[in-house]
């Protein structure tokens, strides 16, 4: 069984338009987020969010909304997409252990061509 | 700011070699530590966890944390070409978001 799951695997679309990536985790986490992946291979955070609280990271352009219609999904918005947001969008999740473990487990990523 | 400092290189080793990693980060007060294996294309696995100094040995890999020097390394023996990837060190910086360096490539050579 897939742990973390996201779809789509690819997504070309045109400037302007407007998508959202679906994720899924079935290992009972607590916590999810979202993570850019640019050209040059940099992994950043986005989002980090669970039941309580969303840390938006102030760097992240407000085109950009997560939403979570239960603590196994975390879908990622885009409006009006530019051409510069173009990479390889992960999900991830972990569990929230105060003091314990915070290991995060990743998705298989979205390529997000935009053109 | 939080930063964590890689080596991008590649990094060359031949096969049966031990493959020595490193990785510096800035924020003082990070608790948590990992090593992630990235193949082309694919997503980062997480290969190894540490929170104490000293180090921690998995089969062939070992993490090695020095809080007081800010260090964190991965060393891989008996390097097998199957062990070529980008290595990605992650920091946890608060509010369990993790900061990650920018990754060290490993080339194993036959």
């Known amino acids: 069984d897939t742990a973390v799951s996201q779809t789509p695997k690819y997504l070309v679309t045109q400037m302007g338009n407007d998508k959202s990536i679906k994720c899924e985790q079935n290992l009972g986490h607590d916590t999810m987020y979202w993570y850019k992946q640019d050209s040059k291979k940099f992994l950043k955070i986005m989002f980090s969010?669970?039941?309580?609280?969303?840390?938006i990271n102030e760097t992240v352009p407000n085109r950009f909304s997560p939403k979570s219609p239960d603590k196994a999904h975390l879908n990622l918005h885009i409006n009006s997409l530019e051409l510069g947001d173009s990479a390889v969008y992960f999900c991830?999740?972990?569990?929230?252990?105060?003091?314990?473990?915070?290991?995060?487990?990743f998705g298989p990523g979205t390529r997000l061509t935009v053109t | 700011q939080k930063e964590v400092e890689q080596n991008s290189g590649p990094l060359s080793v031949p096969e049966g070699a031990i493959a020595s990693l490193n990785c510096t980060y800035s924020?003082?007060?990070?608790?948590?530590f990992f090593w992630y294996r990235q193949y082309s294309g694919k997503s980062p696995e997480l290969i190894m966890s540490?929170?104490?100094?000293g180090d921690k040995e998995d089969g062939r890999f070992t993490a090695q944390l020095n809080k007081a020097s800010q260090y964190v390394s991965l060393l891989i023996r008996d390097s097998q070409p199957s062990d070529s990837a980008t290595y990605l060190c992650a920091v946890n910086s608060g509010y369990s978001t993790l900061t990650f360096g920018k990754g060290t490539m490993l080339l194993v050579s036959p």
């Open positions: 991830a999740s972990s569990p929230i252990l105060e003091g314990g473990p915070d290991e995060q487990y």
């Open positions: 924020d003082r007060g990070s608790q948590s």
């Open positions: 969010y669970n039941n309580k609280e969303l840390i």
């Open positions: 540490i929170y104490s100094n």
